[in-house]
């Protein structure tokens, strides 16, 4: 059974950084693609980051390109963001996702954790 | 980027009844990389639709997607009680991932 499951959420002030985690299993990680979706309190779906099986291709949203650094480490598992100079606006439930396809990097997300909750304000 | 704009922004039916969404691009989305998904209050999102009209696994066949180029829809034939929820197009086609902003289908 896929199951991912986010951890690093939190209350934090303005301007500071957060690392979050997404543990993997029940798949065989490193030959996914993996991404970042968040959704602020009450609104839709934003697409935040995503990295390639072998970290050769990655993205970012507009939104947080400079900011936010996205990493894997395919011996743990485990898909990260760290998250700098952190804003109100990005205040939100930051889900993990994983790619449909293998080897791909053009693919839907075909499971997703639970999320976790990031919340910045002073 | 490719932004993606979802109509309705609300769709009031009632059980039984049709229901249809409109998802439309600014630009073409190659390869008819468009997806559906369902989130329901307090859950993570699930994949409905892929590459416009394939049905992801486990998903009903009254749920079917159709579209290219920049005009996409999902047909909900009969609408169920658990298929009240929102409902968010992406396109996956370039490296910058968009998710359209959501139609909520609603009880009337």
């Known amino acids: 059974e896929v199951q991912l499951v986010e951890s690093g959420g939190g209350l934090v002030q303005p301007g500071r950084s957060l690392r979050l985690s997404c543990a993997a299993s029940?798949?065989?990680?490193?030959?996914?693609?993996m991404h970042w979706v968040r959704q602020a309190p009450g609104k839709g779906l934003e697409w935040v980051s995503g990295?390639?099986?072998?970290?050769?291709?990655?993205g970012y949203a507009d939104s947080v390109k400079g900011r936010f650094t996205i990493s894997r480490d395919n011996a743990k598992n485990s898909l990260y963001l760290q998250m700098n100079s952190l804003r109100a606006e990005d205040t939100a439930l930051y889900y993990c996702?994983?790619?449909?396809?293998?080897?791909?990097?053009?693919?839907?997300?075909?499971?997703w954790g639970q999320g976790t909750l990031v919340t910045v304000s002073s | 980027e490719i932004v993606l704009t979802q109509s309705p922004g609300t769709l009031s039916l009632s059980p039984g009844e049709r229901a249809t969404l409109s998802c439309r691009a600014s630009?073409?989305?190659?390869?008819?990389?468009l997806a559906w998904y369902q989130q329901k209050p307090g859950q993570a999102p699930r994949l409905l639709i892929y590459?416009?009209?394939s049905r992801a696994t486990g998903i009903p066949d009254r749920f079917s997607g159709s579209g290219s180029g920049t005009d996409f829809t999902l047909t909900i034939s009969r609408l169920e009680p658990e298929d009240f929820a929102v409902y968010y197009c992406?396109?996956?086609?370039?490296?910058?991932?968009?998710f359209g902003q959501g139609t909520k289908v609603e009880i009337k």
């Open positions: 990295i390639s099986w072998n970290s050769g291709s990655i």
């Open positions: 029940g798949f065989t990680f490193d030959d996914y693609a």
């Open positions: 630009q073409s989305v190659s390869s008819s990389y």
């Open positions: 590459g416009a009209s």
């Open positions: 996702a994983k790619d449909g396809y293998s080897s791909s990097w053009f693919s839907p997300f075909d499971y």
């Open positions: 992406q396109q996956y086609g370039s490296s910058l991932r968009t």
